[in-house]
DNA sequence: AGTCATAAATGACCGTGGTCATATTTAAGC
DNA sequence: GCTTAAATATGACCACGGTCATTTATGACT
């Protein structure tokens, strides 16, 4: 990596990691592009070389979970184990994996101005690039019709039907999560959910 | 009522119904304040005393769907029918009311900063005044008790578990309905959520 | 080492949302 | 009709996010 590109990693970094120090000391709003171009030394406008917009850099925070997330969904893929294990494993993981950084998200959902949810109802005309958010329901979807090919789980549904109920389920919880002000588990209040998901509220 | 209560009602319902024209010719950061006050002939400063700032406008327009949301669901709660009948209805006509005017829904949900959604997690201290996701998420309650009293209903869940779920999925379809760029039925997409809720997907 | 095209940094500048001291309008009391 | 205090309107002003023409740093090539 020559010298130039190794600048320039580190100077993101920098932006990066002041960014989301200030952010967590004043809030989004509170802070200023000034300031944070001024604690890292470098002229406002290289700012925008760097991030396109302030809330940019939220977005660029979120890819960083992203990633994360798509690793524990993998992982859980591949185990052998009860299909609705293995489901609520994952989503239980996603979960705990949140709760350690309940501000930054609350930032990420409540400040980032235009927040992704998947449709699970595209244009059929588009782009092809897969969103993040529909690969978290593609794999939920794949692992309910692995649970129909084993017996676990009806098959009279569409297997997206489901993964998508699953997803609001986990989307909710996460949210009342982020919203309450007092301290419980995201992941056991969503976990009670998901058995209400498999076996049903009817008689 | 005064004639300075009349005016004042005038201006403020004049603001209120060139910005949402606007909004919906130019979107919401497409129109300047500027344009709003230069229609409605008054002064800049005059708009914030109307309003605090040009969000509050979709906050207001919020309001007012709460209020007729709320009606709706006063009037399922009434009917003689079966429980689950009314759940759905309730969340039907509201789906069926939303559809109505996707554009602006859009921006309340995309464009407004924090979108309130009820925690169901409440701090025990604090103001006692309900909000209004809360009163939906209560009112789903109520009827998930009454429909455990009836026998229509599992009663070994706490109501209110089974109220977030029901509210879980209609948000989460309303989120990809307003997120989609093709047409469909928001509220039977919905329905067919609720009904895997009410059924289970275990076999 | 010197030249030069290109990448990156800069800060004056702009448009916008929002503030506030001041000016104007209203209506109650005389 | 006059006075006066409170309600309301006003627009100059500010701070902030973001732009862009200009300047500076880099490294490939001779």
Redesign the interface.
Same mark, same amino acid.
């Given at each position: 990596m020559s010298l130039r590109e190794q600048k320039k990693k580190e100077t993101r970094n920098r932006i990066f990691e002041i960014s989301l120090r200030l952010f967590k000391e004043k809030g989004f709003e509170g802070t200023t592009v000034d300031e944070i171009t001024k604690e890292a030394g470098i002229a406002k406008g290289t700012f925008f070389n760097y991030f396109p917009t302030k809330e940019s850099l939220l977005s660029y925070f979120r890819e960083q979970r992203e990633e994360f997330i798509i690793s524990i969904m993998q992982d859980q893929m591949s185990r052998e184990i009860p299909v @609705?294990e293995k489901i609520e494993n994952f989503l239980v993981h996603v979960a705990e994996y949140y709760e350690k950084d309940r501000y930054l998200l609350r930032l990420l959902f409540?400040?980032q101005?235009?927040?992704? +949810?998947? *449709? #699970?109802? @595209?244009?059929?005309q588009?782009d092809h690039r897969k969103k993040k958010q529909e690969l978290f329901i593609g794999m939920l979807a794949d692992l309910?019709s692995e649970g129909m090919q084993k #017996?676990?789980?009806?098959s009279d549904?569409d297997p997206k039907? %489901?993964a998508?109920?699953l &997803?609001?389920?986990y989307? &909710?919880?996460l +949210?009342?999560?982020l919203? *309450?002000?007092?301290d419980?588990s995201f992941s056991k209040?969503m976990s009670?959910?998901i058995d209400?998901?498999?076996? #049903? %509220? #009817?008689?």
């Open positions: @609705r409540f400040e101005r235009r927040l992704l +949810m998947s *449709s #699970g109802h @595209r244009p059929s588009g309910s #017996g676990e789980i009806r549904i039907l %489901i998508q109920t &997803h609001a389920v989307f &909710h919880s +949210m009342s999560w919203h *309450s002000e007092i419980y209040d009670a959910k209400i998901i498999f076996e #049903g %509220i #009817g008689v």
